[in-house]
């Protein structure tokens, strides 16, 4: 597909972030399954749902610009994917994984919060203010789901990762 304009980048755009959200529904549960933390689970089976309904609205904004919803292969989210699987992989201690799920979540998080942020922008340039609502909608709740796991970090998962750490 050539990229001759800006609307062609929008679509570009769109059918990157379809095929990431799309991979996200797929590795997410494998994740939640690995969680000790009941209340990472729980955050990470809301963001799971979020993440369906994000599926729709990129549906919704290919409708608004009378496309038909395709998908492109997102490779940065299948290596941060990648990366998410080989941890579950590691011989791990249950309490360090948590600690680095939310890490892996986040690195998600902070992608799809940039791919957005990038769309929105276009949109808007555009002058298609129903389609950067939509997508800002989502992006909100990217920003939410990446603030939660900060507070689930910092708010004892990571020390309880650190506890009976020789210290020296
Ligand atoms: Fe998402």
């Not at 990431?20 to 009941?38: D, N, V, W, Y």
């Amino acid at each position: 597909v050539a990229l001759n304009s800006l609307s062609d980048l929008l679509l570009h755009e769109l059918k990157d972030l379809y095929s990431a959200e799309r991979q996200l529904t797929q590795a997410l549960p494998k994740m939640i399954k690995a969680c000790k933390s009941a209340e990472l689970a729980e955050a990470l089976t809301v963001h799971l749902a979020e993440t369906e309904g994000q599926i729709q609205r990129i549906e919704r904004a290919f409708g608004l610009l009378d496309h038909t919803p395709r998908s492109q292969k997102c490779k940065g989210m299948e290596g941060l994917l990648e990366e998410g699987k080989s941890l579950l992989e590691e011989d791990a201690d249950p309490d360090v994984l948590d600690a680095a799920i939310i890490g892996a979540a986040q690195r998600v998080e902070h992608y799809e919060i940039a791919a957005y942020g990038t769309a929105i922008a276009y949109a808007r340039t555009l002058g298609l203010d129903d389609v950067a609502a939509l997508l800002a909608e989502s992006l909100d709740e990217e920003r939410a789901a990446d603030e939660k796991l900060s507070v689930l970090a910092e708010g004892g998962i990571n020390a309880l990762a650190h506890v009976g750490e020789a210290q020296d």
